[in-house]
């Protein structure tokens, strides 16, 4: 594997993940170099990003350590995780930003743009939470596949692009009887496999639109390639998956795909089922919190208590801080602007703290009054866990 | 001049600054170099800056290139103008952040605090322009001394620390009579010189502490040496100067401090007057803004014209664009999240252009109700210009 050593970041990174990781899924890192705790190598096209704040999972899965998270109001895009379904396409779609093209089919026009006409209809910022579907995943009893991602498959982002439904209007609006806005991913399908199994292609309902983004920036700087420059779709509120990186495609449709990813992908079912299309999909996210600070150890003394909280497809409206593993429960302070009703909220709770060991653990609340469960229920692909007792650290105060 | 180049942002840099320009003031890139239109190499401390986005004026001097500040709420740190009275000190002060020390004086108890003291006293996150006092120097008529900055010397930052106000709460309140907040900096002064003539040392109007932070995080990352790290003081709605790096004593006085660039520096006056202490300081930042998108030329059609502006030592309350040179105006529309009042909002006015040339100007308002003026008086530093004529772009459309 080429590493590209350039001290400017995102530049000069020659080939892609793809050339990197042959076949979707294959893992690049040896189980033999992870057993012996060796120095980890970042592919490529992740070569920029800031190694000590993250967690190499495998080439595809890079998840922020818990301590790294901080009480930012956003991440940094060095510092945020990375989870690709598939290898990401040649480093090369970025030669020619503008020169992306994107098909919008389903309004009354359909019509083939290109990102510099894009840019032409509109601009706006919004401030979302990605996270995976599976963050959470290793809290889970059961041993659901997939990677074990703690509280790292998450961050709060800055998107820059125009609102899908600028360019909807541009072209007519919406045919009648479309229910889902439905995005392709521009990832190269590896031959002789059935293509529907493989494509990142998902529909959300259609109202989701409302919010949807495409987006070219992130963060103020042009999207690179490991988050899905030059070109992706944002659905503010929405779980990691339906957020279509170098989206080629938007349909307004009739029906769900009938992609692999849509049909029994990111579908949430009992321990031992097959996923089918009548179960809930991984779309609109929890309300979720929890401590980034400290997490495993403290001075005795004045403790400044931290971390983030979001309420997933509605605003954060408060979250409370238990020292003593949830016997009780204290009103904790936002730290920073509010980003809006899609974006993280970090806290802060000022605690005095004697020796000891403590159980410290966080609970949102968002607009629409939903609270974080103590526990949350198994489910086969470990989806969606926003308990709070497990997302809880122990810290020992000396 | 060594260059280390690695793909881990702010890491493996070696030495420091002062291995790099021995004397403050000197000049690391030869005029020969730059006459030449040679690739400039950045010097080591800011070598992980995004050189394509950034001017090399000098050794202590980036700006940021007006079509790179885009309409982003924040500014990518390693797209953020860099402007230094003296060479950074040697990066090892970063080896151990939490041990860098500052001492407090003028409250109840005078004391020196270790960063990790600091960190248990309380937690905020501000985001506030920073603001070179001589952006816009390039605008004046007479030839001002100092960088030539056009619009690039200045930035919004999230800035995460403590607030001053807290810490003199936790040493028993600032004593009586005191009317300044006055830092210094850590900076290694040269031998053989008065260190009044060259320690970087501000002291601004005590009402400036209610929303000063002794700050440790930028943009959610530790802060890096060539922005002040481990420690910095934010002055915010304050020119960048007031902003101490390396901020080794914050002291509540009577008197402003008599360090040079105190009683001469940083003062608005005549051309060919020498700086005086009754001159105005570069305290409070005025109203301004411009436009970064299109800067030179645009398809002809739909134009999104972008921009951003900010209030100064107020929040910016609207922002007009005008297209004609400043005969009409029309009202823009701010894009994105509002990171409170001293931070800049972005704004777009979509226009329909057909082929030709625009003057396109923009002017802001502030909550206080000042306006950008159209002209604004030479004056010997060339400061703080916010006239909105000469901040105006000149744009084809074709």
Redesign the interface.
């Given at each position: 594997m080429t590493?590209?050593?350039?001290?400017?970041?995102r530049?000069l990174l020659v080939g892609g993940a793809a050339s990197v990781v042959a076949v979707a899924g294959a893992a690049a890192i040896s189980p033999r170099a992870l057993a012996a705790g060796e120095k980890k190598s970042?592919p490529s096209y992740v070569?920029?990003?800031?190694?000590?704040s993250l967690i190499l999972h495998s080439a595809q899965t890079l998840e922020t350590k818990r301590e790294a998270i901080?009480?930012?109001?956003?991440?940094?895009?060095?510092?945020l995780f990375v989870r690709n379904n598939l290898p990401a396409p040649d480093e090369s779609i970025l030669a020619d930003r503008d020169a992306w093209q994107v098909t919008i089919q389903g309004t009354k026009q359909s019509r083939t743009l290109s990102l510099?006409e894009l840019?032409?209809?509109?601009?706006?910022?919004?401030?979302t939470v990605l996270q995976c579907s599976g963050n959470g995943r290793a809290f889970f009893d059961h041993k659901a596949s997939g990677t074990p991602w703690q509280v790292g498959a998450a961050g709060c982002v800055?998107w820059?692009g125009v609102p899908v439904r600028k360019v909807v209007e541009a072209l007519g609006g919406v045919e009648k009887g479309a229910k889902f806005m439905t995005s392709t991913g521009g990832e190269v399908l590896p031959q002789g496999l059935d293509p529907k199994s493989l494509v990142v292609e998902r529909s959300v309902p259609l109202a989701a639109m409302e919010n949807a983004l495409l987006a070219w920036?992130m963060?103020?700087?042009p999207l690179p390639l490991a988050h899905g420059g030059p070109l992706r779709l944002i659905v503010p509120g929405y779980y990691g998956v339906n957020n279509i990186k170098y989206v080629k495609q938007v349909a307004f449709t009739e029906r769900e795909t009938d992609a692999k990813i849509q049909t029994s992908g990111y579908r949430m079912r009992p321990v031992g089922e097959k996923g089918a299309p009548d179960q809930l999909s991984m779309w609109e996210m929890n309300v979720k919190s929890w401590v980034t600070s400290p997490v495993t150890s403290a001075?005795a003394?004045?403790?400044?208590i931290?971390g983030v909280a979001f309420g997933g497809a509605h605003a954060v409206k408060s979250v409370e801080v238990s020292i003593d593993g949830g016997r009780s429960w204290r009103k904790a302070r936002f730290?920073?602007?509010?980003?809006?009703q899609f974006?993280w909220r970090?806290f802060?709770l000022?605690a005095e703290l004697k020796p000891g060991t403590y159980t410290i653990a966080s609970r949102a609340t968002n607009t629409k009054g939903s609270t974080q469960p103590e526990e949350f229920p198994e489910n086969e692909r470990g989806y969606g866990h926003n308990g709070w007792r497990r997302h809880a650290v122990e810290v020992t105060v000396a």
């Open positions: 590493e590209v050593i350039d001290s400017r970041r530049k970042f070569a920029w990003k800031e190694q000590d901080g009480a930012s109001v956003i991440t940094p895009t060095d510092r510099a840019k032409t209809l509109g601009v706006e910022t919004v401030a800055l820059t920036e963060n103020g700087e001075a003394g004045r403790v400044q931290q730290v920073g602007p509010d980003l809006g974006a970090p802060v000022e």
